[in-house]
């Protein structure tokens, strides 16, 4: 089946440094979600992505969608204690099902 | 607030039970999805409902099965429960068929088997 390989599985960085994690899949998707998660809470939708080589920002939070279809890279910039969290990329196939195949998170935590 | 509701928040249970897992979609949404996320497996794709109609499973155990109602809302069953079955059971909703096709999520059962 697919799977995602989402590095690094945790990042330990200053507050306002900038931060770049990817997502690599074993096959190609059609869509690219980036959710960040609090613990205890659900994941929320950061960014979307839909055409290959697309560059899609949402304030500090930069997302491509790589050529191939094969992988993803978020960045954020100028990072803020409140961007502690985990990130998880999932790509997603329309057009058939629509289910979400997730990595397995990058961890970040921010040091004020 | 993504607008999908998910009850209870917690609930915690013996071996052998059953218990059902509510969610509600957000306005306007047609299709569920129900996930599992645990420590070893990550956040799992269970079952997809698009308007009242399964569309599509994923790991979902026999133990587990699902509906979803004519008003949208869905349930997710778990019966026989394992110690295994502890996890993080997360809803969410999209239009459907034909897009958007961003998933938002609901704030998740912690789901406790002792």
């Known amino acids: 089946g697919q799977q995602l390989n989402q590095s690094p599985q945790s990042m330990f960085i200053q507050e306002g440094e900038d931060v770049s994690m990817n997502c690599t899949s074993s096959s190609i998707f059609n869509t690219w979600l980036w959710y960040k998660q609090d613990p205890g809470e659900g994941p929320v939708l950061l960014i979307a992505l839909y055409k290959a080589g697309e560059l899609t920002s949402n304030g500090r939070l930069t997302a491509q969608f790589g050529i191939t279809r094969k992988d993803s890279f978020l960045n954020i910039s100028a990072s803020i204690p409140s961007d502690v969290g985990i990130y998880f990329c999932a790509g997603q196939l329309t057009g058939s099902n629509y289910k979400l195949t997730f990595g397995k998170g990058t961890l970040l935590t921010v040091n004020p | 607030d993504s607008g999908v509701t998910q009850t209870p928040k917690h609930l915690i249970t013996a071996t052998g039970q059953r218990v059902t897992l509510r969610c509600s979609p957000r306005s306007g949404d047609l299709s569920v999805y129900w996930y599992q996320q645990s420590l070893d497996q990550g956040l799992q794709f269970l079952i997809q409902?698009?308007?009242?109609?399964?569309?599509a499973k994923g790991n979902i155990l026999e133990r587990f099965s699902a509906q979803q109602f004519p008003d949208l809302h869905s349930e997710l069953n778990l019966s026989s429960l394992e110690l295994g079955d502890s996890a993080l059971y997360f809803c969410a909703s999209s239009v459907g068929p034909g897009g958007p096709y961003e998933q938002y999520f609901g704030p998740g059962t912690r789901l406790t088997v002792t």
């Open positions: 409902y698009y308007n009242g109609e399964e569309r």
